[in-house]
């Protein structure tokens, strides 16, 4: 017979083998949405991502891309890969660490001890490798990890690297004895420099980690001993988030500065001195630990040096910046800017502990810590931070309520009763909102989705308690395959586990809790989230869900312990209680399959493709942050796609780092056409321009305007009388931008049919308050580009971004081009579609050009964020059959239609709120039955959805509400305009109805 290494070792391996297999089947073939097409791309050519940036996932990923052998269309779903394959050498460890934790129970020897060489009975054996199977593959098909299993995102691997640390840790613990046990320690330490690569919340496990080493170290282990070992642990995670993580950096940017300006040394002197003071030190802390002959303190000496080893991997951010990549975000290509980009500074920050609360005004702006820049052989504050100052009465301890942005009171309001923008929030509704949102909504919430069951994919969709049957419920959320009902029996399980560890072995449950709190409580108050997010963040909790795995692993035990009275035979109860215990992932994998399967899901990238071919040769295209942009990056700088667009983001423009990129080439596109220098765009300077009226000035020519910005002129200068700098302002709302006909003519930029509609001069009215950076990039672009190079919208950027420049938009494809010719059709009231429709060329894009791939499969699943997209097609469909009926070609606009329903069928992608767009056309052609089947259709779906949601809370449902609530109203206008009277009442009882009762 095996012995029990031996058949833990191959056990695991197949756990590993099974779990590597779903996940290798399930992940998506190319980029998903948010940070995945980032991340592909940078991987692909180490370019430098978002901060903190992340090195270690990118030199890995870059290492899967070169098994593409050259075919770039392979290096997506071999990134995607790696996040597969850390998700299952996760599942692996935290296989060893549950029969690590279970052979101390089985063999009833608690505690921390060396039992490698104790030899558990076959039954013991099964027994034991059935509670590490049950708990590893739970948590194989758990909603959130395997989601991260899917897709190029770092959240995979920095699960990997937390259970790599716990079961190193506990192999140590094995070993403690030994006089070479600390080799584990090391390894430990440099698994955790290599993680802070990745993310950092790996280091969340470290206490946990202190106590087994305070545990085995220590034979009588007292409350003051494990306070103080808390500490410790906590002041160690302290000292790499904030000593070596950004204090590092600091410190070396700091004897670079005073080495290069007030020694007078070049550039980069001073990091090579602090390098060499610094391993100067450890030589001494090495030389001491040998003269002491301290084993303690030589150990700590080296894992400070290999967590310094793993942290080495972000050399390569400041080296790939320093070459001036494509994508190289915050430009952290010195030591100062690098310390910038790992504190996130960008991002700003949140009140933790103490600050100040919702209604707090800031009663002073002092000088924070200042930003430097290379000029003349010394470094220059080009600005200081701003650092707010409040009242102290305006501030509180542990301040959850605290952003005035009246989109978040808004939202405060849903969950804590009484909060206004004009009071102050009191102690008892600032912790209101903490235990209700905070760790209700925002974390106990997710962890009931992943072990009692999910509502559905809709965001706030709840627990669902009970089975998955939708009886009464609206067909998006009954339909939805992400409504997953798994019995609760995971947590169930997982609880037994939790009181059975408690009893037998409360040291080892203590350390468990730890992990459990420290990567999930811990995180919601570090976090200290907003009331409303973008999507669902359920992915930064799963350390949490990982310790429940092994409660509900250790949960096979105490079902064994139970039945023990009726099943005598060791060898029998084991196998009853292991095959009753799979029937926990069992259930998990089958429930959750449909909705995990991404295996033919080609949506973001076929939409980032479509939106390049919608411009022009050699066009520029201003676009949103992350689903708008990062799937362009991945095409452009993986694919090859249309490398001669530049992509423009028009939140980074309001930064000087990105306008200083967009000034450089870029593959095939030459640089933006931007006038300004780098004078009036650093940070700090024209970051907004408020409006202060001039009755002088009736209207602003934009390149004048843009001539008397350069010059900083004292015609547009104003100042508020408080001591701040004076502020480049405009002195009128009405903008004009003369055009030379002649010249636009012989472009041929302007369509024959629309010769009529150009204009000698360009007049548009900015109703903003103020302009910020990147629209002033926008009218230097129009000043300057004199209409050689195309420039688009993507119709998908917010309008309030577009400057009021709808009357001169020509709608091609998915992006809107600017011209010097005036829409007609344009409604200043906001009453009409915005661009005029290039029939032909619309056309040729959407029944030709255009990828739809998967589109027609109702098999794949999207979810709420994936839906988005397609509801712009249809919407650019729509409008290109109204434009070809308007002129009277009813040929090409049944084909237009037949081809929207044909590509994006209901039974794939649900009927949306741009379908009653198509209902008037539906009948101009000829296609009653399907504009009438539409009507039916979207009525009977709003009628069973308000009432579902009039029943639940409605404030957490308010976008799907309203959408019922638009989409019954463009139902009963469209039947109007057809003249079904009938289900146009209908329709508007039913609006009627519902909008009287909120």
């Known amino acids: 017979m095996r012995s029990y290494k031996s058949l833990n070792n191959l056990a695991g391996w197949l756990v590993f083998a099974l779990a590597t297999a779903v996940f290798l089947l399930t992940i998506e073939p190319t980029a998903s949405f948010w940070d995945c097409g980032e991340f592909i791309a940078c991987s692909y050519k180490l370019l430098v991502p978002h901060p903190p940036g992340a090195p270690t996932f990118l030199l890995l990923g870059r290492l899967f891309s070169l098994l593409s052998f050259g075919d770039v269309t392979k290096v997506s779903v071999l990134i995607n890969a790696l996040s597969a394959l850390s998700s299952s050498f996760t599942v692996l460890f935290l296989f060893w660490i549950i029969t690590m934790l279970a052979k101390k129970l089985v063999l009833h020897r608690p505690g921390m001890h060396d039992d490698r060489l104790l030899e558990p009975t076959f039954g013991q054996t099964l027994l034991i490798l059935g509670a590490g199977a049950v708990g590893a593959l739970a948590y194989a098909f758990s909603d959130s990890f395997w989601f991260n299993a899917g897709e190029a995102e770092v959240y995979a691997m920095s699960s990997l690297c937390t259970a790599a640390v716990v079961w190193l840790m506990l192999k140590w613990e094995n070993r403690a004895d030994e006089a070479d046990s600390d080799r584990w320690l090391v390894l430990l330490a440099y698994v955790i420099g290599l993680s802070i690569g990745v993310h950092l919340l790996n280091l969340l496990a470290i206490p946990a980690l202190g106590f087994i080493y305070y545990y085995r170290r220590t034979p009588n282990p007292t409350t003051m001993g494990g306070i103080i070992t808390l500490v410790v642990s906590s002041l160690i995670v302290g000292l790499i988030l904030a000593g070596i993580i950004p204090g590092l950096p600091t410190l070396a940017g700091a004897f670079e500065v005073f080495f290069v300006n007030t020694v007078g040394l070049p550039f980069n002197w001073g990091i090579v001195i602090f390098l060499l003071v610094f391993v100067g030190l450890i030589w001494l802390g ?106 102290p009465e305006d501030k509180m301890l542990l301040p959850r309520i605290y952003s005035s942005d009246p989109l978040h009171v808004y939202n405060y309001q849903k969950w804590i009763d009484g909060i206004s923008k004009d009071v102050k929030p009191t102690m008892g509704q600032n912790l209101g909102f903490l235990f209700k949102y905070q760790m209700g909504h925002m974390f106990w919430r997710y962890f009931m989705w992943n072990y009692v069951g999910r509502e559905g994919d809709l965001q706030q969709s709840g627990i669902l308690w009970g089975s998955a049957d939708g009886n009464g419920l609206p067909e998006r959320v009954a339909d939805s395959p992400a409504r997953n009902a798994f019995f609760a029996l995971p947590l169930m399980l997982g609880l037994l586990g939790l009181f059975f560890h408690i009893r037998r072995d409360g040291r080892n449950a203590f350390i468990v809790a730890l992990l459990f709190l420290f990567t999930g409580l811990a995180i919601v108050l570090y976090l200290n989230q907003p009331p409303i997010e973008p999507r669902e963040r359920d992915y930064t909790f799963a350390g949490a869900t990982f310790a429940f795995a092994i409660w509900i692993g250790l949960g096979v035990l105490a079902l064994a312990e139970l039945l023990q009275s009726v099943l005598k035979a060791d060898t029998v109860r084991a196998g009853v209680v292991t095959l009753l215990g799979l029937v926990v992932p069992g259930i998990m994998v089958s429930q959750g399959w449909n909705d995990h399967d991404r295996s033919d899901r080609y949506l973001s990238v076929d939409s980032a493709k479509n939106l390049l071919n919608s411009c022009a040769p050699n066009a520029i295209l201003f676009t949103n942050g992350d689903n708008d942009t990062f799937p362009l990056w991945y095409a452009q700088e993986v694919e090859g796609i249309r490398t001669d667009v530049r992509v423009a983001v028009l939140s980074y423009l309001n930064t000087d780092w990105y306008i200083d990129q967009m000034k450089r080439d870029s593959y095939k596109s030459e640089p933006l056409p931007i006038s300004m220098t780098n004078a009036n765009f650093k940070q700090g300077t024209n970051d907004y321009l408020p409006f202060a009226e001039n009755p002088a000035v009736k209207e602003v020519d934009v390149r004048q305007f843009m001539q008397l910005v350069e010059q900083n002129s004292p015609l547009l200068q104003v100042s508020y009388g408080d001591g701040s700098k004076s502020l480049l302002s405009f002195p009128s709302r009405n903008f004009y931008l003369p055009v030379d006909t002649a010249a636009v003519e012989k472009m041929g930029i302007v369509p024959a049919s629309r010769r009529a509609q150009l204009v000698p001069r360009m007049e548009w009215t900015v109703s903003k308050s103020a302009i910020e950076k990147k629209s002033l990039v926008i009218l230097d672009i129009l000043a300057t580009n004199n209409w050689k190079r195309p420039v688009y919208f993507s119709s998908t950027v917010d309008s309030r971004d577009f400057m009021g420049l709808q009357p001169y938009f020509q709608l091609e494809g998915m992006a809107y081009r600017i011209l010097p010719a005036k829409d007609p059709n344009y409604d200043p009231k906001g009453g009409g579609d915005e661009g005029y429709v290039a029939e032909d060329l619309m056309y040729e894009k959407l029944m030709k050009t255009f990828a739809y791939r998967g589109l027609d499969n109702p098999n794949i699943f999207y979810d709420e964020n994936n839906l988005r997209f397609p509801a712009n097609y249809r919407d650019k469909f729509s409008r290109l059959a109204d434009a070809l009926l308007a002129d009277g070609d009813k040929v090409r606009a049944k084909q237009v239609l037949d081809k929207a329903f044909e590509v994006m069928p209901d039974k794939a992608i649900p009927y949306d709120y741009y379908i009653p767009q198509f209902i008037p056309a539906l009948v101009a052609v000829g296609d009653t039955k399907r504009a009438n089947e539409i009507m039916d259709t979207m009525i009977g779906r709003a009628e069973r959805g308000l009432a579902y949601y009039s029943t639940h809370n409605q404030a957490l449902f308010d976008q799907e509400f309203q959408t019922y609530l638009l989409s019954l109203n463009s139902i009963g206008r469209a039947a109007e305009a057809i003249g079904d009277r009938t289900r146009a009442e209908r329709a508007i009882k039913l609006l009627n109805e519902y909008y009287r009762g909120r």
């Open 286 to 391: 090495f030389r001491q630990s040998f003269q002491r002959r301290s084993r303690l303190l030589n150990t700590v000496m080296l894992s400070f040096v290999f967590i310094l080893i793993g942290y080495s991997s972000y050399l390569i951010v400041p080296i790939r910046s320093g070459y001036h990549p494509t994508i190289n975000e915050n430009n952290p290509e010195d030591v100062l800017s690098f310390v910038s980009y790992l504190k996130r500074e960008q991002y700003g920050d949140r009140p933790l502990l103490y600050g100040p609360q919702l209604n707090a005004q800031p009663i002073a702006q002092n000088e924070g810590a200042p930003r430097y820049v290379r000029q003349n052989g010394k470094y220059v504050v080009a600005e200081y931070r701003p650092v707010l100052e409040y009242r």
